[in-house]
């Protein structure tokens, strides 16, 4: 019993980082799909970015961001409360 719970968690925890690939933190702000929504709060997925818009409940400072996408490319803003993922550098 305790190693097919071990299983499921473990199961939502990879099903949660791969549904949000784009994820930054963002105080009381954040919006993933199910089942990623469940775990937001650890730290796989604390927000998700969505390209071209920005999440509302953040802080307006851009910060250059040095996290990567699945893909390895940079991601294009870090519009973030902390400077978990962003060096802090501004953008101008």
């Known amino acids: 019993m305790v190693k097919?719970?071990?299983t499921v968690f473990i199961l939502m925890c990879v099903i949660g980082y791969?549904?949000?690939t784009h994820c930054y933190?963002?105080?009381d702000s954040y919006s993933c799909q199910f089942p990623?929504?469940?775990i937001c709060s650890t730290p796989y997925c604390f927000s998700v970015k969505?390209?071209?818009s920005m999440l509302k409940g953040c802080t307006s400072d851009?910060?250059?961001c040095d996290?990567?996408?699945n893909m390895g490319n940079f991601l294009d803003i870090c519009e973030i409360?902390?400077?978990d993922f962003c060096n802090t550098r501004k953008l101008d």
Do not use: T
């Open 18 to 20: 791969i549904s949000c």
């Open 62 to 64: 851009k910060y250059v």
């Open 36 to 38: 990623a929504r469940m």
């Open 50 to 52: 969505i390209r071209g």
């Open 67 to 69: 996290k990567k996408d």
């Open 25 to 27: 933190y963002c105080r």
């Open 4 to 6: 097919l719970l071990a």
């Open 81 to 83: 409360c902390e400077e």
